[in-house]
């Protein structure tokens, strides 16, 4: 092999070691920085990059994409409640060489710089509320805690989209307490609900008893009425007959006895039937109906009042 094979040889091998360590690749969304003896040089961007073989380094790479921080936080409320809340943090860094220099080089473990403040801003604010606020005024924790991070995380480079509560978790204990405190009060909800209801059913049963009493008086003082009406016709009836109205009477109400008790026997299902009766009873009920009939007549025909003639006073003999 001739000398000039060998030292082309050796360039060859020389520049494969050069390209093969010098050049390097920046994915989307990440800026490399470059280094030159310890000190920094410069900040790749994303694609192919070229830095010198042996004297630079690449010291780090910083992404822009969002990332998400769980931090989960023990607290003490203001009823001595121990509550755990899970605080989730959204952030990036800025694309400016200056925000990327410092979230490099400044923050040596971000992570833990921002569950420090995160932990320092929700013990200080949920101590002074009720374990019942809490629940109630978690956008006002979050929004606590996003307001401390970007004040404290904008000097590192880094921007804080949004702070987020994603929960709430009491003591096992408590929570099992304001679960029954919760279905106590639904339960008493509901039986003040079934106790109106209960009212209103009882209201509306006894307007339709009134009524229905009302509508069966005015049923049978009808049906009364029609009696006395029908006695009264039968009693004229036998009248213009030539028969005198208490044996009218008599006979009426004998002929409604015996239909009394004929209807009686034909909806009974016994074979002997015991029935008061005496003829007196008799006479005396035809006597009260006779009465009651001419009470009635007089009643619908009224007899003019008779005058009374006017006695002249007597004069004492003189």
């Given at each position: ?8 040889a050796i360039v060859g091998v020389v520049v494969l070691f050069l390209l093969a360590t010098g050049l390097f690749t ?103 509320m009720l374990v019942d606020h809490v629940f109630s005024e978690k956008e006002k924790i979050a929004q606590a805690v ?173």
């Amino acid at each position: 092999m001739t000398p000039m094979l060998i030292f082309a040889a050796i360039v060859g091998v020389v520049v494969l070691f050069l390209l093969a360590t010098g050049l390097f690749t920046v994915n989307q969304q990440t800026r490399a920085i470059v280094e030159r003896f310890g000190k920094y040089h410069a900040i790749a961007p994303p694609g192919l990059n070229f830095k010198v073989p042996i004297i630079d380094r690449i010291s780090g790479r910083v992404t822009h994409r969002v990332r998400e921080l769980e931090i989960k936080v023990e607290s003490k409320t203001k009823d001595d409640v121990f509550v755990d809340l899970l605080i989730a943090v959204q952030f990036y860094v800025q694309e400016s060489d200056d925000s990327v220099l410092a979230a490099h080089y400044k923050l040596m473990n971000p992570h833990q710089q921002i569950s420090s403040y995160v932990f320092d801003t929700v013990r200080a604010l949920v101590p002074d509320m009720l374990v019942d606020h809490v629940f109630s005024e978690k956008e006002k924790i979050a929004q606590a805690v996003k307001e401390r991070l970007e004040d404290t995380m904008q000097q590192f480079g880094y921007t804080i989209i949004q702070s987020l509560v994603n929960d709430i978790q009491p003591d096992a204990k408590v929570k099992a307490a304001m679960n029954q405190v919760n279905a106590s009060a639904r339960m008493k909800e509901a039986a003040k609900n079934e106790a109106e209801a209960q009212k209103i059913r009882t209201i509306a049963e006894a307007e339709a008893e009134a009524r229905a009493k009302e509508l069966q008086g005015v049923g049978i003082a009808r049906q009364r009425l029609a009696i006395a009406n029908g006695l009264k016709e039968s009693v004229e009836a036998c009248a213009e007959a030539g028969i005198s109205p208490e044996e009218a009477t008599k006979m009426v109400l004998l002929t409604q006895h015996y239909d009394t008790v004929t209807s009686v026997g034909a909806h009974s299902k016994s074979t002997i039937m015991m029935i008061p009766y005496t003829p007196d009873g008799m006479s005396q009920v035809g006597d009260q109906i006779t009465q009651a009939l001419l009470v009635t007549n007089e009643a619908e025909n009224p007899q003019p009042a008779r005058r009374e003639p006017q006695r002249r006073p007597v004069e004492p003999p003189g």
